[in-house]
């Protein structure tokens, strides 16, 4: 394993990646949700390998059991927003029986209203981002059009270099050597001043006998 | 002439041209046989371009989700094909089963029927593949729709992966010469998106107004075009409608105007109908009551 890797390893190894990705989905649902004083935001995360939309994260309504959900990636209005890349706005989805039915069937929870836009990170396609049910003003504004694209740029953004990480740590499972360092590099980085000095001179030692 | 419909024109002049047009040069004495008719008026204005228009026979193919059937705002299609991909990984043009997996498709095609009633509406669906096959199907569904020789194609979707781009350029230059109108959504996030970008098809974004007819001419381009694209009351799944904002909405309106304009004036090549919508444009001198 040559240096590089080794670093990117450690540095990987040191994030606590999962948690951070479980808290950055939370926190871009919630904010999503607060910006647009909505009743609830949530995001479907893309499943390359499945070729599947997994629903990952929920803010506003009491449907976190539902996170872990599966469907297809190219049916219905997620799906045609992730396909062709290209945010909507809707409202009076109850209208649509098939809507209406298929996310009664999946999340529980019927909404009147939404936003949906892709999570694009420059030509990577990452999930959709759903706001759902904003107060009903009388008329939608180009402006919250743009913000929501703004926003959900913003989060692909993050996604990205968090799953990044993510996977990276994936990698490191069974690789003995690099986890071993890996999990040395993040003790070190929780210790205090004086023994994270000690640490540091005990690995500069070892270092000197293993060359 | 200007009674004529695109379909005649298709059927009785093109050859003639085909036998005038010298192909990549122009000697002096076949300067005569390419005279451009000259019944421009004076002024290009709504009255000259869309006047007692109904988009009759025109055909505009919606490049989308899939249209419903039998849509009480849509009417009859003239066709419905999907676009799949074979168990040998090929895509192949298929009759329609399924109709639209989302209504969009449906919506776009009942903004079209809303102001070029008599337009014949085809529907090449392109979606249902998985998000993996996306690209693919926009490809190959884009690719058979010009084959088809369609006068309009509203593309409300754009794809970011620019292994794609090269390709989309070169298909959508080939509708151009071919005389088929690409009508493409702009992307209004901040990532870089075709096949709207390209100066070959007719890029459109969207204004607050709600006027289907008003639409601006942008100075600042790569998008060219403001329609109509928020709050509009668009049909959708279940024989019923949906309210519905986005760039996708305003990309339908441009491309039934195209289809009034055509219908009135079928010779006009994409270049020509460029300059009458620029010409008609809400901001524009003949765009002005």
Sequence with gaps: MNEETLRAAVAAGVMPAEARFAALLRSIVEVARAIFSAKASSIFLLDEETDELVFAAVAG?????????????????????????????????????????????????????????????????????????????????????????????????????????????????????????????????????????????????????LS | MLEETRAHQAEGDHAEDDDVLPAWSLPRDAVGGIEISDDWPERVDREWALDGSTGRGVRICILDSGVEPAHPLVGDLAGAIAIEVGEDGETRAVADTEGDLCGHGTACAGIVRSIAPEAEIYSVRVLGAGFTGSGKLLLAGLRWAVEQGYDVINMSLSTTKRTFAELLHEIADTAYFKRTVLVASAHNMPVESYPWRFSSVISVGSHEEEDPLTFYANPNPPVEFFARGVDVDVAWLGGGSIRATGNSFATPAIAAICTLVLSKHPRLTPFQLKSVLYLIASNVGGGRP
């Design chain 1, 61 to 209: 309504e009491d449907e976190q059991g539902l996170v872990g959900v599966r469907m297809p990636s190219s049916k219905g209005i997620a799906g045609w927003v992730l396909s062709s890349r290209t945010p909507l706005v809707l409202d009076d989805i109850t209208q649509d029986p098939r809507h209406a039915r298929d996310v009664a069937e999946s999340t529980g929870y019927v909404p009147k209203g939404m936003m949906a836009v892709p999570l694009l990170d420059e030509e990577r396609a990452l999930g959709v981002l759903q706001v759902l049910d904003r107060p009903q003003r009388s008329r939608f504004s180009l402006q919250e059009m743009e913000l929501l694209g703004l926003f959900a740029s913003q989060a692909a953004v993050a996604l990205d270099l968090v799953g990044s990480a993510r996977r990276a740590r994936a990698a490191l499972e069974g690789s003995g050597e690099v986890v071993a360092v890996a999990r040395v590099a993040a003790a070190l980085d929780r210790l205090e001043d004086e023994r994270r000095e000690d640490a540091l001179a005990l690995l500069a030692a070892l270092e000197r006998v």
